[in-house]
């Protein structure tokens, strides 16, 4: 009922910037939530940044004050400035959204993009 598409992953150095995207669409009458996610090889997928639809954030720890997350509600869009990028970043970052598909939903249900790629070298 609804797709996330990420963008914007890729190889960057220690030190550099990289922007990812994620757009929703299908049938979406409400998004409670909007947030990016990692999963490192071998580690369990972790969260990164969360948006409300009041607009509160909440960070992980490893990456306040490198990393900012904000929305286009207009166009259905989360995105993650990423900054001062570390080796430890390396992973695959999911996008996640909390969606009410009907006025008569109940509550939000979970939905995850494919993923995309996140490498930074040292």
Known sequence: ???????????????????????????IYTINT?????????????LVAQIASGGST??????????TISTDNAEKMVFLQMDRLKPEDTAVYYCNAGVRSFITSASAKNYWGQGTQVTVSS
């Open 34 to 46: 909007m947030g990016w996610y990692r999963q490192a090889p071998g580690k369990q997928r972790e």
């Open 1 to 27: 009922q609804v797709q996330l598409v990420e963008s914007g992953g890729g190889l960057v150095q220690a030190g550099g910037s990289l922007r990812l995207s994620c757009a929703a669409s299908g049938i």
């Open 58 to 67: 909440n960070y992980a720890d490893s990456v306040k004050g490198r990393f």
